[in-house]
């Protein structure tokens, strides 16, 4: 129990305090509430038209936070943790689909993926993020995930990545190793299939694929077009329009190393189809089978001939026995004339060598100051003169050196007389 105080005198004052000054304040309306009153004012909508579009947005929010089915596609963990400290000016030989989250994926990505996986980066690795955990030095990393959702959203930036994404390529399997060929070869062709202009691309197949099919899944491969172009690993062409031909000399440079790479690239294929092809026991096993039918309708043919068929080969026996001996006969013949030629061949420049010789064995006549033009003429002489006549001087010569000079004064009044060789030019033998 307590007791009430007293109440003063009508008309006395008990004040013990005195008010502060008046202040203009500015206050802004806040809270769900007012936004949800403001949102159907301006949109002049109704209270039961806003709770209709409020009940549809929940609806989707419930639906857009239900399990993905794309989540367990995309990376948890960054596929290469070494991409956090990439240099983002370098970008370029960054994984882009591992910084995307979709290592795992990579080409077989469709756009929606792209978008989901870029949504999931960005709240993970937004610098705004990070700092909060206190690492803002991972800036540079946001700026690739930046840049790979430019280029895997864009189709044709695309393709160029794809064209040189190294890390999607399945490499055969080695040499000599011991595997099952359709396990080993299949993931291979399928990685290869991406870079057709034609598809779909006919699959490997298994064992039991029918031979037509096995031969066309390797004739659509050895002359399957790639739109493989390595652009993406062009040099950056410089935007410096004030320096022309510098700007072509990259341009005519990155079109060289780009038909290089794609030259390389098609002898690569074109190795890999026929290594699979000499490896693949579906075509082992048709080629044995082509040789027995071969060998039995060869057996069936011959059957009832057996016969015949001895006194064929006894008889193709002679033939070749006397084919042989024919040609052994012509091989005999065909050396004899060969050496009977060469033996005339030798004999002719031994002929030559001899009237060459003559000027200086007789002591160029007694005109030993004439010497250079007395070898002259009669190496004149020696290149005019026909067979008959080479032997014919030559044997006088052999004969009687002595009258050389006779001889061969003889035969170029002979040349001169046919035309064969004007007497001006051989003065001393005319």
């Not at 066309?216 to 320096?243: G, K």
Request: neutral net charge; aromatic residues 8%; proline residues 4%.
């Amino acid at each position: 129990m307590f007791s009430l105080p007293v109440l003063p005198a009508e008309g006395a004052s008990t004040a013990t305090a005195k008010f502060t000054e008046a202040v203009r304040r500015p206050i802004e309306p806040v809270g769900k509430d007012f936004l949800h009153h403001a949102t159907r004012t301006l949109r002049n909508h109704t209270w039961s038209e806003f709770e209709k579009i409020q009940a549809e947005q929940n609806v989707k929010q419930v639906n857009e936070s239900a399990v993905d089915p794309d989540e367990a596609l995309f990376d948890d963990e960054l596929a290469d943790v070494t991409l956090l400290a990439h240099d983002p000016r370098d970008w370029k030989t960054a994984d882009l689909y591992a910084a995307m989250g979709l290592s795992k994926l990579r080409y077989r990505a469709t756009e929606s993926q792209i978008i989901k996986s870029h949504r999931k980066q960005v709240v993970k690795y937004h610098p705004d993020k990070q700092s909060q955990h206190g690492n803002g030095e991972q800036d540079g990393f946001f700026k690739i995930i930046q840049k790979a959702f430019e280029y895997l959203t864009d189709k044709n930036k695309r393709l160029q990545y794809d064209s040189c994404d190294f890390v999607a390529d399945v490499p055969p399997p080695k040499k000599g190793s011991k595997y099952d060929f359709f396990e080993a070869w299949a993931p291979v062709f399928a990685s290869e299939a991406r870079f057709s202009k034609k598809q779909p691309v006919p699959e490997l197949g298994d064992a039991t694929t029918p031979k037509k099919d096995v031969e066309q899944f390797y004739a659509f491969w050895n002359r399957m077009e790639s739109w493989r172009t390595f652009e993406f690993l062009d040099e950056d062409v410089p935007d410096d329009s004030s320096n022309r031909d510098h700007k072509r000399y990259i341009e005519r440079k990155n079109k060289s190393a780009r038909d290089k790479k794609k030259s390389a690239d098609n002898a690569r294929l074109v190795k890999l189809v026929e290594r699979a092809m000499s490896e693949d026991p579906r075509i082992k096993q048709f080629k044995e089978e082509e040789k027995k039918e071969k060998e039995r309708k060869k057996w069936e043919k011959e059957a009832g001939a057996r016969a015949e068929a001895e006194a064929k080969a006894k008889a193709e026996a002679e033939a070749k026995a006397k084919a042989e001996a024919e040609a052994l006969s012509a091989a005999s013949a065909k050396a004899d004339k060969k050496k009977s030629k060469e033996a005339a061949k030798a004999a002719k420049k031994k002929n030559k060598r001899t009237i060459r010789n003559v000027g200086k064995e007789q002591d160029y006549f007694g005109n030993a100051d004439q010497a250079t033009a007395i070898d002259e003429q009669i190496g004149l002489i020696v290149d005019s003169l026909n067979d008959e006549q080479l032997v014919t001087v030559a044997d006088k010569i052999k004969a009687n050196a002595a009258d050389a000079k006779a001889a061969l004064q003889a035969v170029a009044k002979e040349l001169a007389d046919a035309g064969v060789l004007p007497a001006s030019v051989v003065p001393y033998f005319a």
